[in-house]
Each structure stands twice: as structure tokens, then as C-alpha cells.
């Protein structure tokens, strides 16, 4: 069965700190790779996408996401991290191509905290 | 446009009670799905529904749990009758039909959740 991993379940930063949140998945055949971020009392919303093309996708807010296909691996970055990105991020992964329903099987999450 | 919309935000019951769930999806998606989040665990998938025929209903717990989208509009989920391991968050989305290559059915819209919380 698929699986998502996500590697840190609470990281706390300053602000103008780098992040980087490391997903991993367990699938042999083509996926679609989402990163979800879930701010204090509001609900999920979409910060990128990967389909297909370049593996380094650009999502709202400054995030980024790189795909490595041969590590199983979609992290996500910022360079400089501002208090209002204070969140929980979700990594999840839909099964691509002729099999794809849309199903999204997600990581645990991680609680991102920055300090003022 | 309005988003997808979760009726109650939050719920308090007691253990053997019954509890209804709705979601109102985004106008025109025909893809709509439950979820749910139990406690310091992962947000897992339980069905979905293609306009009003279930598509897959592989995550739904048990038979204590029924969902329907008559019309294939909103959607209800009935937990009944509930128990302590049923609490949790309780999420739904919804997203267009699948388009070419299936992409707009990949990009789901999220409610903000119902909360359950069985005493």
C-alpha cells in the first residue's frame, strides 16, 4: 500500500530562517505530489502541485517543492521564513495516470512554529 | 464562489449517539470526498463519491458509518451509533471532473472540518 512520510513532526524556527520539510513516499509508478498547509483555525489550502515537467515546482508564499524520483522524495523550502508561516504542512500523493481517482494519501504532518 | 462548506464545525456527543455530518461542495465539482484526521495521527482518506454513485468507499471503518450524496450534490455522513475511537476531525473536499491528463480532479478543495468528539 502507498504511504507518505513526512520526517519532522514539530520544527520550531526563527524568523528569516531557512526551512526545509522532508516528505517521502512509497510508490513504484507515477504520482502526483501535493504540499497542503493548514494555518491556525482555518482550513487546508493547496501550496503546490507536481503533475509532471519540472521537478522544481514554485508554490504561493515563496514555497517551493523539488521532486527526486529516484529518492522517492518531495521536500519543501523557503528560503526565509516569516511568522505568518506559522502552520501545520501536509505532504500527500495521489496514484497517477490510467489509476488515478484523485485519492490522497497524506504524511502526518509537520507543525512549523516561528518565533518573531 | 464559495468554498466547501462543513455543517456542525464542531460536535459533542455521547457514546452510542448518532451523528450526521454534512458537506456542501463547491458548485459543480463532481468528485467528493471524505476524510479524517483521528488524534495525533494522519489525515486518512474514507471515500468518494462521483456525483452521487460511490466511487470507493475502501477507508470507510466499519458499518457503523454511511455516507450518501443524493442528487449528487451535498453529502452526508451518519455515524451511527457512535463510539469513543470515532472521534477525530472529519474533512471533506471536492474537485471538478477529471479533465484531460485527470488533473482538475487532482486538485481538491478543503472544508474546515468537523470536529467530533465522542464522550
Known amino acids: 500500500a502507498q504511504s507518505v512520510s513526512q520526517h519532522n513532526h514539530h520544527v520550531i524556527l526563527s524568523e528569516a530562517a531557512s526551512l526545509e520539510l522532508g516528505c517521502n513516499y512509497s510508490y513504484g509508478g507515477t504520482v502526483n505530489l501535493f504540499w497542503y498547509v493548514q494555518y491556525p483555525g482555518q482550513h487546508l489550502q493547496l501550496l503546490l502541485k507536481y503533475f509532471s515537467g519540472d521537478p522544481l515546482v514554485k508554490g504561493i508564499k515563496g514555497f517551493e517543492a523539488e521532486f527526486i524520483k529516484s529518492k522517492f522524495s518531495f521536500n519543501l523550502r523557503k528560503p526565509s521564513v516569516q511568522w505568518s508561516d506559522t502552520a501545520e504542512y501536509f505532504c500527500?500523493?495521489?496514484?497517477?495516470?490510467?489509476?488515478?481517482?484523485?485519492?490522497?494519501?497524506f504524511g502526518q504532518g509537520t507543525t512549523l512554529q516561528v518565533k518573531p | 464562489e464559495a468554498g466547501v462548506t462543513q455543517f456542525p464545525s464542531h460536535s459533542v456527543i455521547e457514546k452510542g449517539q448518532t451523528v450526521t455530518l454534512r458537506c456542501d461542495p463547491i458548485s459543480g465539482h463532481d468528485n467528493l470526498y471524505w476524510y479524517r484526521r483521528v488524534m495525533g495521527k494522519e489525515i486518512k482518506f474514507l471515500l468518494h463519491?462521483?456525483?452521487?454513485?460511490?466511487?470507493?468507499e475502501s477507508g470507510m471503518p466499519n458499518n457503523r458509518f454511511l455516507a450518501e450524496r443524493t442528487g449528487g450534490t451535498y453529502s452526508t455522513l451518519k455515524v451511527q451509533p457512535a463510539e469513543l475511537e470515532d472521534s477525530g476531525v472529519y474533512f471533506c473536499a471536492s474537485s471538478q471532473a477529471g479533465g484531460r491528463g485527470g488533473t482538475p480532479k487532482n486538485i481538491q478543495y478543503f472544508g474546515a472540518g468537523t470536529r467530533l468528539s465522542v464522550l
Open positions: 500527500a500523493v495521489n496514484v497517477g495516470g490510467s489509476s488515478n481517482t484523485g485519492k490522497l494519501i
Open positions: 463519491f462521483v456525483k452521487e454513485s460511490k466511487q470507493d
